[in-house]
């Protein structure tokens, strides 16, 4: 069976622009492919907790019987977040623009499945990505003003990199912006169909 893990970052949950782009990409999805399995991670309603010492400890712990609750609750956390992710053929991320980055809470989520030796690892020739079932990445990304190509653009250059560094490589950007500039309707239509032309490739 063909499976989809979607993450909505917004703020605003379900009800944010990112998010609602991403719901017409799983219903396009849903349409292409009849039997898909969507996973979802709504980050707004249920966020993942900003990476800390005692986090970081835990994921490079050998011995994790000495780890305090919290210690364990996070690696158990980091490792079903990996775990989704290993799992599926396609990988939908909605993306706001909050104060030119990504939402801290989507940052976090990386944190947690970024792990050396798991989903990456360091060789003689560099690093080498280990999640290798990702065949593609549709990134809906909501911008209030227009920053696409423009240095204030810190997403899409970082969403590469990382994604990347993974071993995720075929990431397909899907922007709907000036929203807060009088081009909502124009914007979102727009993205609509850069959405149904991209599933429709799969």
Request: glycine fraction near 8%; aromatic fraction near 8%; avoid cysteine.
């Amino acid at each position: 069976m063909t499976k989809a893990l979607v993450i909505k970052s917004s703020v605003f949950s379900g009800q944010g622009e990112s998010s609602k782009l991403v719901e017409h990409t799983v219903s396009v999805l849903k349409q292409q492919i009849a039997d898909i399995e969507i996973i979802e991670r709504d980050l707004g309603s249920e966020p993942v907790n900003h990476l800390d010492g005692a986090t970081t400890a835990a994921f490079f712990a050998q011995d994790t019987s000495d780890l305090s609750e919290s210690q364990q609750s996070a690696l158990a956390l980091s490792n079903e977040l990996i775990e989704e992710l290993k799992s599926v053929d396609y990988l939908v991320l909605g993306v706001p623009m909050y104060n030119f980055g990504i939402p801290s809470t989507l940052k976090s989520w990386i944190d947690y499945v970024a792990r050396a030796g798991i989903t990456f690892r360091y060789t003689e020739n560099g690093p080498e990505g280990l999640v290798t079932n990702v065949k593609k990445v549709i990134v809906t990304a909501a911008r209030g003003g227009m920053y696409q190509g423009t240095p204030k653009d810190t997403q899409t250059p970082y969403l590469r990199d990382v994604l990347g560094f993974l071993g995720i490589n075929d990431v397909k950007f899907i922007y709907a912006e000036a929203l807060n500039m009088g081009e909502k309707e124009g914007a979102v239509h727009q993205a609509h169909q850069q959405i149904e032309d991209v599933v429709s490739a799969l």
